[in-house]
């Protein structure tokens, strides 16, 4: 049965994801003028927000929505039914993980021209971004799969 909001709801955790990962990256990656050398242009806290968002939406929104519709037409093709909730989390966890690693790793090919692939050193930072944007993204997605599932069955 084809859910009445799936295309939305993907979308939605998408957007959702990209703004709460850009803030997690702009709180890390912030540092007060007070702290910030002299000699660099300080960025405040919103002009990373806003760099952040730029580049992790168009990436979560096309590379993570794609993917995650892959992953359900997969599942739902080999008839795969997880019942167990937990089960269910940390089996999506691991895919959506790789499928963070395959994003960063097709987004790097095509933006540097694998450059960075070729040393994991250099390319560790986007594959970590890559998978936590993943599991923000499940974890949003299943957040909101399971409110419209109750409203659906009339519980508040």
């Not at 960063?104 to 936590?132: K, N």
């Amino acid at each position: 049965m084809k859910e009445k909001y799936y295309v939305l709801r993907k979308l939605s955790a998408a957007i959702l994801s990209s703004i709460l990962l850009s803030l997690l990256l702009a709180s890390n990656f912030y540092m007060s003028i007070s702290r910030q050398n002299e000699d660099v242009s300080p960025w405040t806290f919103q002009s990373l927000l806003f760099v952040y968002l730029i580049y992790s939406l168009p990436v979560i929104l096309i590379g993570g929505t794609f993917f995650s519709i892959l992953i359900d037409q997969i599942i739902k093709y080999l008839k795969i039914s997880i019942t167990n909730i937990l089960l269910r989390v940390l089996v999506y966890t691991v895919v959506y993980a790789v499928g963070g690693l395959i994003v960063i790793t097709i987004l790097l090919f095509v933006v540097i021209g694998g450059s960075y692939v070729e040393d994991i050193r250099r390319s560790l930072g986007f594959y970590i971004i890559g998978v936590v944007g993943a599991l923000i993204y499940l974890y949003l997605d299943e957040g909101l799969r399971a409110i419209i599932m109750r409203r659906k069955r009339g519980i508040k």
